[in-house]
Structures are given as C-alpha cells and as structure tokens.
C-alpha cells in the first residue's frame, strides 16, 4: 500500500465513522476538515505535490463552508 491509498482509505474510514455517528452535518464537516488538515500535516513530506495540490482545494471548500457554519452559529447567538 502506498501513501496514496493510504490517505484515500484514512479518509474514507474518517467519512464513514462520522457519518454513521454524527446526525449533524455541521459537525460532520468540522470532523472531516479535521481529518484532512491532520493527514496534510502528518503525511504532508510522504505526498507527492500532485496529490497534495489536489487535497488542496477540497480543503479550501471544507474550510470556506466551515466558515459559514461559524458564522451561523454566531448569528444565532447574537440574537
């Protein structure tokens, strides 16, 4: 097994146990942000840059949308 099935099965493994424990999508997408930001840091001198360029702006989308969810959150507290 290379460094690339690796991270396509820690990943993998990452979405089916948060989604057959989690109910909330909000905290689905914060646990798989989490997920890929620690395969980033911890496999980030194993990848090769294609792949790396390629996690890159699925970790961008999961950010911007984990932003969103920030902001909702804070707009239901403020009120």
């Known amino acids: 097994m290379d460094v690339e099935d690796a991270i396509i099965f820690v990943i993998s493994v990452c979405a ?3 989604f057959s424990l989690i109910r909330s ?3 689905h997408l ?3 942000l989490i ?3 620690v395969i980033m840091e911890v ?3 194993f990848i090769n840059p294609e792949i790396r360029n390629g996690l890159k702006p699925a970790i961008y ?3 911007f949308l984990f932003l969103i969810i920030v902001a909702k959150k804070v707009m239901e507290v403020l009120r």
Do not use: D, N, Y
């Open 43 to 45: 496999g980030g001198s």
């Open 16 to 18: 089916v146990i948060s």
């Open 35 to 37: 997920c890929l930001l």
């Open 30 to 32: 914060t646990v798989l």
């Open 25 to 27: 999508v909000e905290v």
């Open 61 to 63: 989308f999961i950010l």
